[in-house]
């Protein structure tokens, strides 16, 4: 599983998506891209595959 992050302070990301309310001083975002338009099928394990791994934070 290959995914790159970004981590946003609370301000940083407070300011771009002002309709969150901040519960930590920042986040984590997680980023993969599928590049094939076939790929969209094949969404679902990936996805569960991530939130198990979050899951064993």
């Known amino acids: 599983m290959f995914l790159s992050?970004?981590?946003a302070g609370r301000?940083?990301?407070t300011a771009r998506h002002p309709?969150?309310?901040a519960g930590a001083?920042?986040?984590r975002i997680?980023?993969?891209v599928l590049m094939k338009p076939e790929s969209e099928h094949h969404v679902e394990?990936?996805?569960r595959?991530?939130?198990r791994?979050?899951?064993r934070r």
Do not use: N, Q, W, Y
Request: net charge positive.
């Open 5 to 7: 992050t970004l981590r």
């Open 11 to 13: 301000e940083a990301f």
């Open 19 to 21: 309709k969150i309310t």
């Open 25 to 27: 001083d920042g986040a």
């Open 30 to 32: 997680l980023r993969s």
């Open 45 to 47: 394990d990936p996805h």
């Open 49 to 51: 595959r991530v939130e």
């Open 53 to 55: 791994l979050a899951r």
